[in-house]
């Protein structure tokens, strides 16, 4: 199963498009913040189907206007890779 492709600008510049989430890749030399890279990890996070895992093994809402358990579990581990230490 192919994830990414590789494609080139008229520039010459490589770019990565993804095939799991609509977003591109790209060089750029603009600021940016430190975070940004946690798109690629939700990508990853994505494409391993983690998201149907987590509702599939957890708990569903005790009413029909609940949230599915990885409507929770997703930003938690996003929140932890990205740097946070405790919840409050």
Do not use: C, D, W
């Amino acid at each position: 199963m192919e994830l990414t492709t590789t494609t080139y600008h008229q520039r010459g510049e490589a770019m990565m498009t993804q095939t799991v989430l609509p977003f591109k890749l790209e060089v750029t030399n603009e600021t940016i913040t430190a975070h940004a890279g946690l798109v690629v990890f939700g990508e990853f996070v994505h494409g391993l189907g983690l998201n149907a895992l987590v509702n599939r093994n957890l708990p569903k809402p005790g009413s029909g206007a609940g949230y599915a358990p990885s409507a929770f579990i997703e930003p938690l581990i996003l929140m932890l890779h990205g740097g946070g230490r405790s919840l409050e």
